[in-house]
């Protein structure tokens, strides 16, 4: 069984940086992909940022030139210049499919998540 715990959320004001970090244990597959996802209550699940085994890297529009994703204990997310619309619950996940993606439905695992708020 795999466990990825995300941490590094929190109450920030806007035009901050925050770091999420996530971490994996138990039994550990070759993950071909990891990402980072948000949700805000009552909207569907949204990816923020991928990244393959290949190197290859995509971000959601909202966020491109402010997040940065990279490999670091599994996988972490350099937020800069938050938004109060930044403001939801950061999940990573990590999957066993090939290619680039951000569709949560090809991600196999899954943290519990991480809050993060942006005041204005």
């Known amino acids: 069984q795999v466990e990825l715990v995300e941490s590094g959320g929190g109450s920030v004001q806007a035009g901050s940086s925050l770091r999420l970090s996530c971490r994996a244990s138990?039994?550990?597959?070759?993950?071909?992909?990891t990402a980072w996802f948000r949700q805000i209550p009552g909207k569907a699940r949204e990816g923020v940022a991928m990244?393959?085994?290949?190197g290859g890297i995509g971000y959601n529009d909202s966020v491109k030139g402010r997040f940065t994703i990279f490999k670091d204990n599994l996988v972490d997310l350099q937020m800069n210049s938050l938004r109060p619309e930044d403001t939801a619950v950061y999940s990573c996940?990590?999957?066993?499919?090939?290619?680039?993606?951000?569709?949560?439905?090809?991600?196999?695992?899954w943290g519990q998540g991480n809050q993060v708020t942006v005041s204005s």
């Open positions: 138990g039994r550990l597959y070759n993950f071909s992909r």
């Open positions: 990244i393959n085994s290949d």
């Open positions: 996940a990590a999957g066993l499919g090939v290619g680039s993606s951000l569709n949560p439905g090809d991600y196999n695992f």
